[in-house]
Nanobody, 128 residues
Framework: QVQLVESGGGLVQAGGSLRLSCAAS????????MAWFRQTPGKEREFVAA????????YYADSVKGRFTISRDNSKNTMYLQMNSLKPEDTAVYYC?????????????????????WGQGTQVTVSS
C-alpha cells in the first residue's frame, strides 16, 4: 500500500515553469513504476509522463515532449514533473499514480487502468 500526495501546482503565465512533486509513503517506493496524468472538467484523464521503478524507462505524451521532464529520487520517496514553456492548454488537475513493478509497462504506461494508487491531484492553471 502506498499513499501519494502531490504538490507544486499553481497559477503561472504562458511560457513559465512549474515543478510538481509527488511524495509517497511506504518503504516500497523504489519498486513502484510511477506516472503523471492530468484531467480537465468533462474530459478523460490524460497520460502525461511515466517513469519505471529503476528510472531506466521514461515515456512522454507527444503534447509535452521536449517541455516536461519526469524524474524520481528514491532516497526521498519523491517523483517530480518539471514543466517548462507552459501553455494554456496545459491547464488541468495533475495526478500522480503508482503501480508495483508492472511487467508490461512498456505497452501500457499510458493507460490509467495500469496504476493502482492515485494522489488527490494538484491544480495547474496557465494564463495566456
Amino acid at each position: 500500500q502506498v499513499q501519494l500526495v502531490e504538490s507544486g501546482g499553481g497559477l503561472v503565465q504562458a511560457g513559465g515553469s512549474l515543478r510538481l512533486s509527488c511524495a509517497a509513503s511506504g518503504r516500497s517506493f523504489p519498486s513502484y513504476d510511477m506516472a503523471w496524468f492530468r484531467q480537465t472538467p468533462g474530459k478523460e484523464r490524460e497520460f502525461v509522463a511515466a517513469i519505471s521503478w529503476s528510472a531506466r524507462n521514461i515515456y512522454y505524451a507527444d503534447s509535452v515532449k521536449g517541455r516536461f521532464t519526469i524524474s524520481r529520487d528514491n532516497s526521498k520517496n519523491t517523483m517530480y514533473l518539471q514543466m517548462n514553456s507552459l501553455k494554456p492548454e496545459d491547464t488541468a488537475v495533475y495526478y500522480c499514480a503508482a503501480v508495483d513493478r508492472y511487467p508490461k509497462l512498456s505497452s501500457s504506461y499510458y493507460q490509467h487502468s495500469t496504476y493502482d494508487y492515485w494522489g488527490q491531484g494538484t491544480q495547474v492553471t496557465v494564463s495566456s
